[in-house]
């Protein structure tokens, strides 16, 4: 017995998608089965007249098991993260958190990341923030960093030895 | 005085100065004490693509730190707000994931005790504060001065996580904007996203979305454009010139922080509301009708 | 006299013998104390089974009997009956509920066993103390109250007064005719709404059976069935009922003419402070609205109300106070019809923000011809005829944030709506409509969404994020899944088809008639498929929109039925009482009067006696709920059927 989508001849898969079910179920209290496809998220997605994310989709793919469809699709990435679909969905389905969940398992399992993220995370574990303090310029454009400007010392972490410890065992535990 | 551990995050004071100058211009004003502390990290919101579970620690390491000291938290970012605020929601909800969020955190000689009041700043001026002591402190009322107002997806969105603003009609800006003379304007746009969370990848498109709603804000007529979060600001402020080539559109548009415009209207010398920082044409900004 | 107790054993096809080792119970249950007897059957509420018990007991002269079967709630009935053929009376049966309680409930056969066991054992030491009782009778009182005026409690009176008993309808607003009244044409038939309506008004108005009280409320309900005392309030209509002939001259002559939102009308029309709702108004009579009546609200009108020079009937009384009055009816309809949800709830769909976004009921009003626009259909912001008209369906139904349930109407009426539209305008008025499923489940219902389907509609399977107001127009993002394609949709005129609703004060109104609701907020019925118009509580009914959304063909239907359920009662002259009600042992009651303040159906007074205060139990209006027994300090209150004598031993047995 099979269910076999003839497009890209990929089959469900089960162990997979239960693991996104549960982990939305815990961290969302959210249960993607009960989607009928309004596509009311899709028709306000801010991602999808530039970028044709289509919230509903993923959704329904989830469903169906056909998970490695969308993790190989760099569309997963184009969400931003709005909220929108999760607000106004009548049925409490949260594709955003879907799309969540669906990254985290990219890049676990070693696919590329795009963008700055591989920058942002590595700012964070060497000290704490996403970015050093930057020298901006103002309307003058006279260039202007934080010191000059009589602000307080930044707040990040003390002890950075335990904080990267900490951070590096989180790498490779999963929800 | 009302005392509150002050929660910076990333974007407001690494670069977003402006936010944290006039941040600090007022809230003295409103008798709000801020309290700066160490040892603060990044609230793990912008890492939820990569890794959502160092987002939950993350928020959880910053939230342990300010609960050590006794008072609740302002977080002027509404990314933070909303990483902080599902933080909590999960832990509180999630025995498992409780457990094992404090056992790394004990590592660190830290703990997650039980939930704090997170406040941003609008809820913080709006509800805490109160309209009456604005209006009591208004020396230069911005009259006739026609503002629209963004409050960052992160702050309206989702309800269910409980945010301080309502999700669809939002209005508690508008009231402390109507409090300072000013004239707040709904617009059809007003709930639209700024695109930020995309300039890490697809900064083009980004800054699409930028530009697509500072047009309309622009079409309007409006004479202002009000915010509250640093992520936002830096795409509709900092980089309103890109936008605007983006959309093949001259953009020309104020675009302030609350704090900035409350400071204004209290009469606060422009340089030390950061208003030099903004590079969108803030010179503009009348005041005492046209 | 020890008594000769049989247990009988239902297997219930699978339900319970898959679970429960039925030999081992038998063999089990034989041998306690005082069983003579014990037998098994795979259906015992069967005709074999009813013949089984039948003759066992006559074979063994049994005279204490307990079934271990289903819940009591169940067959307890269909075996006393079984009993009372046998020749016992009734009252010596024990049932031991080890289906819901036992083999439904565990999964382990032998645990469920050994429980099963424990229950018969409880069951037998119950059967060995209990005694016979006797039915006393109620006589019926012959009338019916029919509460709510809509096509529903209509259908209801007109039925019961048919039947030959004397019906009180009565409508809390000045006219009946309800929400049908407001329609234009109805679905799949496309009668005239009011065409078929108006009749139906007439002869409620004619029939001598049917006393109609219009303009008043409920107050408060007391009584049991057969014996219900209503208490009704009659709001002041500030016009004499009997000298108003409706000419209308008053309405006219009203300084407040065309100023007061007209709620007929949905609030797109004006009327007058007096007013006669619509015209085809039962009772065609005036009413003055004492919310703006310059006169009631102010105590003066200009130089003095023009509708009182106007009135040559000298009908209208400003001083008229608001009456009371009393009546005792045998049953009650319930038939308070429902509520639409407000849609600006649905805060994104621009309701009350925008001016062309109207709801459904709103547009029935601006299609219909005797509406506030003469049945032109017109954008309220600038009374233009639309080019574009954009019907969004399920607002706020089978939403999780909102309502859950299906409006059942919806997609129907708006269908309905496009017809009539496309009826006046042919194709120069381009429609849409935004749907998630159409639900045209009726019959004939499929065959008319297909006649829209072939009209030039364009479709759209799929729901806007919101709805926007750009310049002058409407703009609506759909994503449309049969096509896979984002449509911007600009438009005049968005309907919204919002859910419908238990009306507001539900809650209030459930208690004041003892009824429950379900977890919507709709009246509950005692079975969803078997008892659909009854309530839990005897004799009184359910019909139309109260009970959940229905269409009017389905509200009609369950009309009928109530009013069918009703004349049951009705039709007898006394009822059988409840013989498991309280007593009182006047030996040791000390009038403390706590049963009396816990009896949720006044069914118990205080009375002296030889100058000691004890409490009485009003046999007929005892309900045997038992609330009194667990309250009495004394332990003087005692349940028949339930005696503590009974129930200690039973107990004990039970988990020995």
């Known amino acids: 017995m099979s269910i076999i989508d003839l497009t890209s001849m990929g089959e469900p898969q089960k162990d997979i998608k239960n693991q996104i079910n549960n982990r939305l179920k815990k961290l969302q209290d959210e249960v993607s089965e009960f989607c009928y496809q309004c596509a009311k998220c899709t028709s306000g997605c801010e991602a999808h007249k530039l970028l044709e994310l289509e919230p509903h989709k993923i959704v329904a793919l989830l469903k169906r098991g056909l998970i490695d469809e969308m993790l190989n699709s760099d569309v997963i990435w184009t969400c931003m993260s709005c909220f929108k679909c999760r607000e106004r969905c009548p049925q409490k389905v949260a594709p955003v958190e879907i799309l969540f969940a669906l990254k985290n ?34 309307r003058n454009n006279q260039a202007i960093k934080r010191d000059k400007l009589n602000l307080p010392d930044l707040s990040k972490p003390v002890d950075t030895n335990k904080f990267q410890l900490v951070l590096s065992k989180l790498a490779i535990e999963k929800i | 005085m009302k005392k509150y551990v002050f929660y910076p995050g990333c974007v407001m004071p690494t670069e977003q100065y402006a936010y944290e100058l006039s941040i600090r211009e007022i809230m003295p004003i409103l008798d709000i004490e801020l309290i700066d502390v160490k040892d603060f990290s990044c609230c793990g919101e912008p890492m939820k693509s990569v890794n959502q579970l160092m987002t939950i620690y993350l928020s ?60 941003n700043t609008v809820d913080l001026i709006h509800d805490i504060v109160g309209l009456d002591k604005i209006k009591k402190l208004v020396k230069n009322p911005l009259n006739k001065l026609k503002a629209a107002t963004h409050y960052g997806c992160h702050l309206i969105r989702p309800s269910e996580i409980g945010r301080p603003v309502d999700s669809e009609n939002p209005q508690k800006m508008e009231n402390i904007i109507k409090a300072i003379g000013a004239e707040p304007h709904d617009y059809s746009e007003k709930l639209d996203c700024c695109g930020a969370m995309i300039n890490t990848n697809l900064p083009e498109s980004a800054l699409t979305k930028t530009g697509q709603k500072l047009v309309a804000v622009q079409n309007y007529g409006f004479d202002v454009f009000v915010d509250v979060c640093p992520w936002c600001h830096r795409m509709f402020d900092s980089k309103q010139k890109k936008a605007g080539e983006t959309v093949a559109a001259k953009l020309d548009m104020p675009v302030v922080y609350l704090t900035q415009l409350l400071g204004l209207s209290f009469g606060i010398d422009r340089n030390k509301l950061g208003l030099n920082l903004n590079l969108s044409p803030v010179d503009k900004i009348k005041f005492g009708g046209k | 006299m020890s008594k000769k107790i049989g247990v009988f054993v239902c297997h219930c096809g699978i339900n319970i013998a898959s679970n429960v080792d039925i030999e081992e119970l038998i063999k089990y249950s034989s041998n306690l104390n005082n069983v003579i007897v014990s037998k098994d059957y795979k259906y015992m509420c069967s005709d074999n089974g009813a013949n089984l018990i039948k003759d066992t007991i006559k074979k063994y002269k049994l005279d204490g009997i307990v079934i271990a079967c289903c819940s009591p709630r169940m067959h307890e009935n269909t075996f006393r009956g079984y009993v009372e053929n046998a020749g016992i009376n009734a009252f010596n049966l024990e049932i031991a509920n080890i289906r819901e309680q036992c083999s439904w409930a565990h999964d382990d056969k032998k645990r469920s066993t050994e429980k099963a066991k424990s229950l018969v054992r409880g069951a037998v030491a119950k059967a060995r103390l209990l ?181 040559e009937a000298d009908a209208i009384d400003f001083s008229q106070k608001e009456e009371f009055l009393e009546i005792e009816v045998g049953v009650i309809v319930v038939a308070t019809g429902y509520d639409l949800l407000d849609p600006s709830k649905v805060y994104e769909f621009g309701y009350s923000r925008y001016k062309n976004v109207i709801t459904s009921m709103e547009m029935e009003r601006l299609i219909s011809s005797s509406g506030p626009t003469s049945g032109e259909i017109l954008c309220p912001s600038n009374n233009k005829i639309p080019n574009s008209i954009t019907y969004i369906l399920c607002v706020g139904s089978r939403d999780e944030t909102s309502c859950t349930w299906c409006c059942r109407i919806g997609c129907m009426s708006a269908l309905k709506q496009i017809y009539l539209i496309k009826e006046k305008f042919g194709n120069k008025v381009e429609i849409n409509i935004s749907y998630t499923d159409i639900r045209s489940f009726g019959k004939g219902y499929e065959e008319f969404y297909r006649k829209i389907r072939g009209e ?73 498929k078997l008892r659909p118009m009854d309530t839990f509580t005897a004799g009184i009914f359910l019909a139309g929109c109260c009970q959940g959304p229905k269409d009017i063909q389905d509200s009609v239907s369950q009309a009928s039925g109530a009013a069918g359920r009703a004349a049951n009662i009705l039709s007898k002259k006394e009822l ?60 003087s209150m005692q349940q028949l059927g339930f005696k503590d004598k009974q129930m200690i031993p039973m107990v004990e047995e039970t988990v020995y």
């Not at chain 3, 009180?168 to 044409?185: F, H, N, W």
């Not at chain 3, 238990?502 to 969803?528: C, K, N, T, W």
């Not at chain 3, 403390?592 to 209006?621: R, T």
């Open chain 3, 131 to 311: 005694e016979s009782l006797e039915k006393s009778t109620i006589s019926v009182n012959p009338n019916a109250l029919v509460i709510g005026g809509g096509i529903s409690g209509i259908q209801t009176s007109l039925d019961l007064a048919e039947k030959g008993f004397k019906v009180y309808l009565v409508e809390r607003t000045p006219s009946i005719g309800g929400r049908m009244a407001q329609l234009d044409k109805t679905f799949p038939t496309l009668d005239c709404s009011g065409c078929i309506l108006t009749p139906k008004m007439m002869e409620v108005a004619n029939n001598q059976n049917i006393e109609l009280i219009t303009y008043s409320e409920i107050e408060n309900v007391d009584g049991n069935i057969g014996n219900y005392k209503v208490k009704i309030r009659k709001k002041p209509r500030y016009v004499d009922l009997d000298k108003c002939t409706g000419c209308g001259d008053c309405v006219v002559a009203c300084r407040l003419k065309d100023r007061i939102s007209n709620e007929f009308d949905m609030g797109l029309g004006k009327r007058s402070a007096i007013y006669i709702p619509f015209p085809q108004a039962i009772p065609m009579k005036c009413t003055v609205d004492e919310n703006n009546c310059l006169m009631i609200k102010h105590g003066k009108c200009g130089k003095g109300p023009l509708c009182i020079e106007a009135c």
């Open chain 3, 456 to 528: 030039n509609t364009n479709f759209f399977r799929g729901k806007p994020s919101d709805v926007r107001n750009i310049q002058d127009r409407l703009k609506l993002d759909i994503f449309d899944t049969t096509t896979n394609k984002l449509f911007e949709i600009n438009t005049d005129l968005v309907v919204l088809v919002p859910e419908l609703i238990p009306r507001m004060d539900s809650d209030v109104f459930s208690r004041i008639l003892h009824i429950s609701q379900s977890s919507d907020g709709f009246y509950l019925e005692a079975h969803p």
């Open chain 1, 105 to 138: 398992i990219a890049v676990a399992s070693g696919k590329p990341i795009p963008g700055k993220y591989s920058a942002m995370l590595q700012s964070i574990l060497s000290n704490g923030l996403i970015q050093d303090v930057q020298t901006i310029s103002d």
């Open chain 2, 60 to 119: 959880a390491r910053n939230i342990s730190i300010a609960e050590k000291e006794g008072y609740d938290i302002f977080v002027p970012c509404p990314m933070c707000h909303l990483s902080l605020s599902e933080c909590q929601n999960i832990l509180e909800n999630n025995h498992e994931i409780n457990k094992k969020i404090n056992e790394m955190l004990s590592s660190e000689n830290l703990c997650y005790n039980k939930p704090i009041n997170i406040v």
């Open chain 3, 576 to 635: 059988e009482a409840e013989p498991q009600v309280a007593i009182v042992d006047v030996e040791n009651c000390s009038g403390c009067s706590m049963c009396i303040s816990i009896c949720p159906f006044n069914a118990i007074d205080l009375v002296e006696e030889k100058g000691k205060k004890q409490a009485k139990v009003i046999e007929a209006l005892c309900k045997g709920c038992g609330a009194c027994v667990g309250a009495c300090p004394s332990g």
